[in-house]
């Protein structure tokens, strides 16, 4: 007898058994083990580009279809193509576009999900967040942390208005798979200002603290850091400081009461890299969204055989999946915001990263 056919009567027994457990809600580990502990990250992601000269037509055709009140939100979800139907760019983070329209209103809500926005086009929006508001330009980082009122609206600034454009991203994942989401409505659409605007600049965002501040919390209480600033520190470090091989120059924005992140989900930087600039090969664990501000510029992103070249220009958006390794290339002087899930891979002491020599 062969050994094939001595092996038929055993997955004859062991199917039935199957069966039999499957009806009381118990599957076999060691049918799916390999699949369940891999040697390396296999999520459902790939590296992804969504266009500006492609996506703005179509973000403005939204805005006459319905306004911000009718849909809450206005959003373009960018879906990873992996993941079509889940309204994810990666498995742990959700990134969309959001448009609000001269005199709009994007009414109050809060929510347990931690959002960002980075400031693509437009200027002279507001977003109010726990009682201030603070006007948006292009370049600025803002967010709103869990569970606090956020609301937005277009008022222009110089007696002028527009459509601003502005990326989401959300922890909305990672909120689901603790069962922690919760959400309500403000009666009111906007939310009572309560402090004047620049009031939390004032106490946090100048290398102060308030002497009698209460416990530092678990986001930063600065919730506007203007790009004119991070700019100005790029530009300067860009003229005096070495250049990191793998990441130009690269800051990450800070909670000042505690020198870590400014969310405690999503870590955000702004880096600069020098025109002519070719980096390093680089991977990391956690998968990261990129908004381009400024220059022309590749991003090289590979995993084993698979390469793809994302050709990037202002505005464009990419996607880095966790573990695919990522070269940086600029023609000319290039600005990249980017956001990950890396402070959750910092908490739980997951971070694996790799600086490669070519
Ligand atoms: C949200 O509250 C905003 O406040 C944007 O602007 C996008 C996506 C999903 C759930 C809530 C916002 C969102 C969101």
Not at 12 to 32: G, H, S
Not at 101 to 110: C, F, M
Not at 341 to 353: K, Q, Y
Request: proline share 8%; aromatic share 10%.
């Amino acid at each position: 007898m062969t050994a094939a056919s001595d092996h038929a009567p055993q997955q004859a027994a062991r199917d039935d058994f199957y069966r039999r457990i499957d009806a009381k809600n118990m599957t076999p580990l060691w049918e799916v083990l390999h699949a369940l502990v891999p040697p390396e990250p296999t999520q459902s992601c790939e590296p992804a580009i969504w266009r500006w000269d492609e996506v703005k037509p179509y973000l403005l055709e939204s805005g006459s279809l319905i306004t911000a009140e009718e849909a809450v939100r206005r959003v373009l979800i960018f879906e990873n193509p992996a993941m079509r139907g889940e309204s994810l760019v990666t498995p742990s983070l959700y990134a969309g576009l959001q448009l609000i329209l001269p005199d709009e209103v994007a009414p109050s809500h809060r929510h347990t999900q931690s959002a960002l926005r980075f400031i693509v086009d437009g200027r002279g929006a507001y977003t109010a967040v726990d009682g201030e508001r603070t006007t948006m330009f292009p370049g600025d980082f803002i967010i709103t942390p869990s569970w606090t009122w956020h609301d937005h609206g277009n008022d222009g600034v110089d007696g002028s208005a527009e459509p601003v454009v502005w990326l989401d991203g959300l922890d909305i994942p990672i909120i689901r798979m603790f069962g922690a989401g919760f959400a309500e409505n403000l009666a009111e659409r906007s939310q009572a200002v309560s402090r004047p605007e620049g009031d939390s600049d004032a106490r946090f965002a100048h290398n102060l603290l308030p002497v009698r501040q209460l416990q530092p919390g678990k986001s930063s209480p600065i919730f506007n850091y203007p790009y004119a600033r991070s700019r100005e520190a790029l530009a300067q470090l860009a003229r005096n400081a070495a250049i990191d091989d793998w990441h130009g120059v690269k800051m990450r924005y800070v909670n000042p009461q505690t020198g870590g992140w400014a969310m405690p989900t999503m870590g955000t930087c702004l880096q600069l890299l020098p025109a002519g600039f070719a980096g390093k090969p680089h991977r990391s664990t956690d998968g990261t969204v990129y908004s381009v501000v400024e220059g022309q510029g590749r991003a090289l992103i590979t995993r084993g055989e698979q390469r793809r070249t994302l050709h990037f220009g202002p505005k464009d958006h990419f996607v880095v999946p966790s573990w695919w390794t990522l070269s940086l290339q600029a023609d000319d002087e290039c600005v990249l915001f980017s956001f990950s899930d890396r402070p959750v891979h910092e908490a739980f002491g997951l971070l694996r990263e790799e600086f490669l020599a070519a």
